[in-house]
């Protein structure tokens, strides 16, 4: 991190930190005031002191009115701060102290619990908030539609959508490129597709505001579509865009590249990476993770590297997925040693090997029926902490397998048991059949009896 960077970071935390200082100390502050005036008020009129009363009662409504100001303030703070769990921890104080939360208090609140990724507790929030007469905004809809398209709950957004336009509230630009993002993802590209269309048509003229599609809506729409590899579309979708005067991004060619270079038309793909640099637009670690995962596919490698070289002269940064596809597909074309060459490289550069980085050199080592080398690297994964998943041991017991080294997978096989793992069908038949026919029948029915078990157990 450069120092002025990190003298920024620091300037921002201590601002941080001295605005959450005195938002506390106001909000503690008045809370035992409110106590206070609350405690005398019933004591006045008891007393038959109605003035004094009604003076304690005015007293403690300006400072109820007060503290909820202050605590609006402290909670933007926190949620600014993205100090989430806090935040509502001071909204739930604010409710014991008996304060009646407005708009903002609860929108701040749902909007947290919803960062934590507790879209119920958001839902919950919006209840209570309109039992308590508080009205709801476009930014309260906004937040719970965002929280269930995030979880993929498409069909239950739209019904917040239709509650929210029922209430007469105004969909804006963020709502229709929520929900379009939405069903894209969640593998609905026709839902998304219609509600672009009711963009377009209806230009939503309400409020004498106009919305319309923009760069957010057609990234959505064409990513969608490409994964669904309808490309041709997608590009004339594109055609279309640029003939309304939207400037495209990263963003727009990325998911053209990747869509291309799924179906295998590299050459496409190739020629859309070209159009982007002559446009000035700078590849991300995306661009060049489609086009390599691409070209590896059709045994390209020459042209990998040369992309992998055209990363460093663009100073784009390798990341742990480009890490991954390279060592995996150098191994598994037989280039054991570039490999491992690029495995201390990531290293090197601080980027510490996980669990899939691990298990994606293994299955190119398998590919190639390097298990030594592959078997190595399992026990380099154990010393560093990293615990094999099923995957990591499928794909060694498979290599071992085709091998016919049946010794090598019964060993596995019991260390995934013992893990709580277990080997795939074609893994056991496969090894069931070999042990047999090296007359290893009391090792097969022990793996016969074991997967027996685990079937059972799984149907309990």
Known sequence: MEKRHFCSLISRLCSFTKKLSRFSAAFNGFRSHSSQAFSEFPVDFQKGNPRNAEQHLHESITKLRYLLEQGNKLLEVLASGRLFNETLEVFSEMLELGLRPDTFTYNTAIQSSVKLGNIKEAIDLLSIMEKNQTRPDSFTYNVIISGLCKNKQTKDAMNYFTEMVSKCLVPDGVTYNTLIDGH??????????????????????????EITPDVITYNSLIKGLCKESRVIEAENLVHNVENEGVTLDVITYNSLIDGYSRIGDMSKALELYKNMENMGIKPSTITYHALMSGLSGIGKMEKVDELYSKMSEKNVIPDVMIYNLLIQEHAKFGDVQKAFTLHKERIDNGLEPDEMSYTSFIIGLCAEGKMREAEKLLADMKIRGLVPSALTYNTLMEGHVKLNDYHGAYILSKEMIGNRFY?????????????????????AELVLSEMNFTSSSSID
């Not at 069908?425 to 009391?442: A, P, V, Y």
């Open 184 to 209: 894209c993802e969640s593998g609905s590209t026709k839902g998304a597709l219609n509600l672009a269309r009711e963009m377009e048509e209806h230009k939503l003229k309400r409020c004498s505001k």
């Open 423 to 443: 080997p795939s069908s074609f893994n056991c038949d496969k090894l069931i059949t070999g042990l047999r026919e090296e007359g290893r029948f009391q090792e």
